[in-house]
Structures are given as structure tokens and as C-alpha cells.
């Protein structure tokens, strides 16, 4: 008669053990294979963002009226006043409150946008103060014709025109542009005019900030932004420079 054969328990423990053992290490190399692809997706959607800020910023501030920018706020908040539109005007007459142009090409109603009030003109600003409401070196816009080849500025005619443009051209302008970075909340914002702030990026550390390049000839146009994006531990630096590239 043949004999039964079973597992002896010790053999059915060590099985059990190896199998356990087989176990905690394939759910240990998930684990991890799955924390490494959720990390992995992190750190592309915050190096997407800020590449996404980059751009944004750059793109922006490149097309700003001359002289415009201003650091304030610890160095954390820029404002810089965008270019509406912009050309080239001929003789500007004494004692008259006209203006004689050749706008730029634009595919927008700049004409019906204009005479719709808001606007100021500019020749050759060197500061920031030379766009504000009030300013000599600035006008508020009243009107253009219907053909749009002259402004009326409100302007005091028994007083000179300011500075020339060495390139008699002119920029059109409206509401300033704030970026700032909100340490508190680790948000960068952008801000139009006295409209609502607008988150562009977060998870942003202390050290964020902006700055103009001393150094340079053209020092009142080169702008310098340090990003410190904080992700868990990770920490991605970006600098970057911006120069603007209207000239008078």
C-alpha cells in the first residue's frame, strides 16, 4: 500500500513565511513605483507652471512703455504700464492743443477704443511719475478724428510740449500692470489697473523677488526676477531677465 505524503507544518511555516516575505517586497517596489510616478507628475506640473510664469511675464513686460517699471513692496510687486498703441507724430505746433500722427498698424477699433476716454499719451518718459495723471511730460487724450491721423490732448497750450522722442514716436497707454509675489500665500498675482488680483502661480518660497539691473546702460529697462518654487522638500530656482524693447 503506498504511502500518504503532506506538508509538515514547518514546511507549511516556511512557505508562509517566504510568501509573506515574496509579498512585503512586491507591495514595498509598488509602493514606491507609485509614490515615484505621483512625485514625478508633481514636479512636472510645477516646472510646467513655472515655465508657464516665465513666458507669461516676459511676453508681457518685453512691450512695456519705456521708463514704466517700478519696484515696490520689499522688492516683491512690479508695475510696469503696457503699450496700447503706438507711432509716429510730425511737428508739434506751439499754443495748439493737436496733435498730427501715423498710428502704427493695428487690427483693433483703436479710434472708437480711445474716444471712449481713459487714455494717455506719452513722448519720451523717463520715470514712472512721467505717466501719472497730472504729469507735464504726459496728456490725457480728449479725442481722435474719424480718419485717425490727430489727437486732441488736453494739454496747456500757453506751456511747452515736453521732451521730444528723438524718434518722434509716441505711446499710447491706459491702466499699469502690478505682478506681485504673496509670500504669505505663495502666490504670484497679477493686478490691472484697480481690478481684481489674479492668481498666475503658487507654491512660491521667501527669496522670490524683483529687481532692475544696475548695471546696465539701459538700467531702468532691464528687469530681473528670482522665482523659488517650493515643492515638499524640492526647491526649483528660475531667474530670469527682462528687457524692454521700445526705445524712444
Not at 67 to 92: A, H, K, M, W
Request: aromatic share 8%; hydrophobic share 35%; charged share 20%.
Amino acid at each position: 500500500m503506498p504511502r500518504q505524503h503532506g506538508f509538515t507544518l514547518i514546511e507549511i511555516i516556511v512557505t508562509l513565511t517566504i510568501l509573506a516575505i515574496v509579498s512585503i517586497g512586491i507591495s514595498g517596489f509598488l509602493e514606491s513605483g507609485a509614490q515615484g510616478y505621483v512625485e514625478a507628475k508633481s514636479r512636472e506640473a510645477l516646472q510646467s507652471q513655472a515655465r508657464f510664469v516665465v513666458e507669461r511675464l516676459g511676453r508681457e513686460i518685453r512691450h512695456a512703455v519705456p521708463g514704466s517699471l517700478l519696484i515696490s513692496d520689499n522688492d516683491r510687486c512690479v508695475r510696469y504700464t503696457p503699450i496700447q498703441y503706438t507711432g509716429f507724430y510730425s511737428e508739434r505746433v506751439p499754443d495748439v492743443a493737436t496733435l498730427s500722427i501715423t498710428m502704427s498698424k493695428t487690427g483693433t477699433n483703436w479710434i472708437g477704443a480711445i474716444n471712449k476716454g481713459g487714455y494717455r499719451i506719452a513722448f519720451l518718459p523717463m520715470v514712472p511719475r512721467d505717466l501719472n495723471d497730472g504729469s507735464t511730460q504726459s496728456y490725457a487724450i480728449t479725442s481722435v478724428n474719424a480718419t485717425g491721423n490727430e489727437l486732441t490732448l488736453a494739454r496747456d497750450t500757453s506751456k511747452e510740449w515736453p521732451a521730444e522722442s528723438p524718434s518722434q514716436r509716441f505711446y499710447i497707454y491706459k491702466d499699469a500692470v502690478n505682478f506681485c509675489f504673496d509670500i504669505t500665500s505663495g502666490a504670484l498675482t497679477r493686478q490691472e489697473g484697480s481690478g481684481d488680483a489674479v492668481v498666475l502661480a503658487e507654491g512660491l518660497q521667501t527669496g522670490s523677488d524683483f529687481s532692475l539691473d544696475t548695471e546696465s546702460l539701459s538700467r531702468s529697462n532691464m528687469l530681473r526676477i528670482h522665482y523659488r518654487f517650493a515643492q515638499g522638500n524640492e526647491v526649483s530656482v528660475y531667474n530670469q531677465h527682462i528687457q524692454v524693447m521700445n526705445a524712444p
